[in-house]
């Protein structure tokens, strides 16, 4: 089972955190461009998305951080 305390600081907003996981997901946004011709490009997930995220999951995992 895994420790407990590295559990919580995985979703704990810090500076640690926000290093480890920026950058390190991203999604797909399609767009047409003026020649209506479709355009793909990658985009990086914001901190706050990921922050939110986190919260959602301990509040799910019954953690209160």
Excluded: C
């Excluded at 390190?24 to 939110?52: C, H, L, R, Y």
């Amino acid at each position: 089972m895994p420790d407990m305390n590295r559990i919580v600081n995985a979703l704990t907003p810090t500076g640690n955190t926000k290093a480890a996981y920026i950058g390190e997901f991203e999604f797909s946004v399609t767009t047409i461009d003026e020649n209506g011709d479709e355009q793909s490009q990658m985009v990086s997930v914001p901190w706050t998305t990921i922050k939110e995220i986190m919260g959602a999951i301990s509040a799910r995992a019954g953690l209160h951080i």
